[in-house]
């Protein structure tokens, strides 16, 4: 198994950091910087040759993309940001001298607010600064997202193929991107009527097209044999289980999928080479959705697993070799969630990631020739080496005897149980909690709150027909679900029944003021960070996008019924102190509606707070609004339902 060293080695390794990994922290009274400060280091990767390392790290409030060159052992920052200007989503290694980065700039014509993702390059060398990866020419219209790369093509380090709509919106062709030049493209296929993206084989041909017709799905595969394109897959979104092309194997007449099999989705591989593609499944786990991507090997180009959220280490491996490669990994670091996040490109050199729900993240680097992992770096520096209480999972009977799951967190035993609770609703709604490290739960459970996150109906990860229950149906039995959560926190654990409070972010800031509304029997005070406060809002703006058809089928067109799922509509029946803040450049859920809700409940004179965050975003992105929320969710909590 792997040797493990505590030599540092020179990534991130300025004086600023590594004074916060030496410094030990009151672990009774933790700090609100120790939770609010953005991650210290994220995305940590190594270059294909195993030289270099980049990584994302944050320093007081700004956002940066460092290189450290191994051998050398110097550290150069390329690309700064205050995550105001432009955020940065994502990264990878073009080749070994080249980054390319995704960059999300807010923008608004007349009224309309959206986000505008480019691809940026920069050389790793620092002897070229921030670019765009390609330029715009007279009499291209300039697509809303510069960021959706196909085929890294790593057998032609120079150039990449990309889906741009630069001709007719909604409709972007496939070009081979020069990365030496950023004025010379080529357009190698002509886009086609609804289809919004492209896929290729592991010999970087152009094979499948996804496409949306307004609500309805389809895919298009390119048939080598006839040298042809014929539709293999639809369906209506919202009526039937959906399937997902996950990626081709080695073999390019194998597909691998996400479908349905008996209730849950499964994995299986497709053999697109005859007509009635014929399924195999690979994988299933009968009791959760398999909702993660695939794995894939840098040395042998094919699919060596997927990524499971249920599952030891949050993977399932296919190839026993990478499985017992795992396996070593977990004797090293026992009780953790250890994954190699990052390989170079004969994979005897890695990055891995490891956390476990009483511990924050920290990435280790390993070299397999001399079998050794040495640490790097704690992702949350105020959080080393101190006491964190960790998640659980739960399960409990809905009223109509539905099991719904989730997970608690409670107070540390060295931190004054308050008797107080937290119902958190998760956003999406379509989407789900899992266990591990999160700093949002373990702040609230180190001021002494028990925290319970319920997956209820609507959540991902349990079927079709639970994920469904969010059409349409906001306000009804997913909201019961969490009062019912509540109710059964407090037979379960000791807290005081007049101290629970609901809070959340998104849908689940909906979820909050609709408690608010309607739940003022278990709930006594209700916060919301960019939530949701008016359907028929949101149906309204959606006629200025895309997915116009699938918002008004998600959320329904009766007004009548709108109107009676939208907390502002019921100001004057809340009578418990509410909590609403919303940053002013919100491009998910528009700050009308904290704004909107905040001047009914002052009209009917009620209990309410209204923060509003300038230059804010939906996800909390800059630190200092981060640490904004949560000062301003201890004061709320510790007003209504902390005091002993």
Known sequence: MPRLTKTFISICFSSFIFFFLTVKVNAEVLPIAAFGKLPGTQQVKLSPDGNKVAFISNIAGNTMIGVTDLAKSTTKYLVRTDNQKFKIGWYLWANNDLLLVSADYPVQKRSVKYTEARLIKVKVDGTEGFDSVFKLRKGDRSPQFQNNIIDMLPDDPNHIL?????????????????????????????????????????????????????????????????????????????????????????????????????????????DVSKADLPRELIFHDPLYDVEGSLIYSKKTNDVIGVYHGEADNAKVFFDPDYGAFQKALNKALPDAYNNVSSFSADERKYILYTSSGQSPGAYYFGDRDINDLTFVLEQYPLLYQQKLSGKNKISYKARDGVSIEGYITLPHSNVRNTRAAIVLPHGGPMARNYAGFDWFTEFFASRGYTVIEPNFRGSSGYGFKFEMEAVQKW??????????????????????????????GSYGGYAALMAAVKQQDVFKCAASFAGVSDLELIVSKARRFTNNEI???????????????????????????????????????????????????????????????????????????RMKVLTSLEAFLQKNIGAD
């Not at 509540?486 to 609901?502: F, G, R, S, T």
């Not at 959320?555 to 809340?574: C, H, M, R, W, Y």
């Open 475 to 504: 306000g009804g039995a997913m909201q019961d679900d969490l009062a019912d959560a509540a109710q059964w926190m407090l037979k379960e654990y000791d807290i005081d029944k007049n101290k629970v409070c609901i809070l959340g």
């Open 162 to 270: 990309m889906g741009l709509d630069l001709n007719i919106a909604n409709k972007p062709d496939v070009y081979k991107i020069n990365l030496t030049n950023n004025r010379k493209r080529q357009r190698i296929y002509k886009g086609k009527s609804y289809i919004y993206n492209w896929m290729t084989d592991r010999q970087h041909n152009l094979r499948l097209g996804f496409g949306r017709d307004e609500t309805r799905i389809f895919y298009r595969l390119f048939d080598t044999k006839k040298e042809e394109w014929r539709n293999i897959w639809e369906y209506e979104i919202f009526d039937a289980p959906d399937i997902s092309p996950l990626g081709f194997a080695l073999n390019p007449n194998e597909l691998y999928i996400r479908a349905d099999y008996e209730g849950r989705y499964a994995i299986f591989k497709v």
């Open 551 to 625: 918002v008004k089928k998600q959320f329904g067109t009766d007004s009548d019924v709108l109107e009676q799922n939208s907390p502002v509509n019921f100001a004057k029946d809340i009578n418990i102190p509410v909590l609403l803040i919303h940053g002013d450049k919100d491009r998910v859920v528009d700050v009308r509606h904290s704004r909107d809700m905040y001047e009914e409940l002052k009209d009917y004179k009620k209990e309410v707070e209204y923060i509003e965050l300038e230059n804010g975003n939906h996800y909390m992105e800059i630190e200092a609004h």
